[in-house]
């Protein structure tokens, strides 16, 4: 595998990139970039859908704009909750406003009592992602554990237009997503 693939190089690359680009946003663009729902995805946030999402941490999209538009078309709200780097990742319903509960690796997420569900569109957050859709993640493999064994769901993966990559290094247990949002740009294959 060449250097540049290598996904421990590309993480710290990307991550760099992503914190230099939103770090030279305004508050204000920050929070606009991500703050209506494109046409494309409407389509699948219909009254009694479940949404996941997440809380964004340092320069990752923060994607609670788009739950809450979610959340006022009718659609039902999930966000992961993680016990540790090798259990599986789980959704639970959580409402906008509902209190979160620290978690591993410096996460917010929904008491472990909240209901479970399968979501219907999951909102993931990346370090990059490629033109296959191949999404690098932080490492541990949550995401691609947690999509393939929802396998109807449709992942959407948000990420800054910076976080795009020529190539991303992959396994055959990584997942691809549906689609990626960004700032410009809905992308699909």
């Not at 421990?8 to 946003?25: E, K, N, T, W």
């Not at 920050?30 to 389509?43: D, Q, V």
């Not at 809450?68 to 966000?79: D, N, W």
């Amino acid at each position: 595998m060449k250097p540049e693939y290598d996904k421990q190089s590309q993480r710290l690359q990307y991550r760099d990139m992503r914190d230099q680009f939103v770090g030279a946003l305004s508050a204000q663009d920050r929070a606009l970039a991500f703050s209506r729902i494109p046409s494309p995805l409407t389509e699948h946030l219909q009254p009694g859908k479940i949404v996941a999402g997440y809380v964004a941490i340092g320069s990752e999209v923060d994607p609670s704009a788009l739950l809450a538009q979610a959340h006022a078309l009718g659609s039902e709200i999930a966000l992961p909750h993680v016990t540790s780097k090798i259990a599986p990742m789980r959704f639970l319903r959580w409402s906008p406003g509902d209190d979160l509960m620290p978690g591993p690796f410096g996460l917010l997420q929904p008491a472990e009592n909240c209901l479970e569900c399968k979501p219907d569109v999951i909102l993931t957050p990346l370090v990059a992602f490629d033109d296959q859709l191949m999404r690098l993640g932080q490492g541990a493999g949550h995401y691609d554990r947690a999509l393939s064994m929802l396998d109807h769901s449709f992942a959407i993966g948000l990420a800054w237009s910076v976080q795009r990559a020529p190539a991303i290094a992959s396994d055959i247990w990584d997942m691809p997503l549906n689609a990626v949002l960004t700032e410009t740009s809905w992308i699909t294959l």
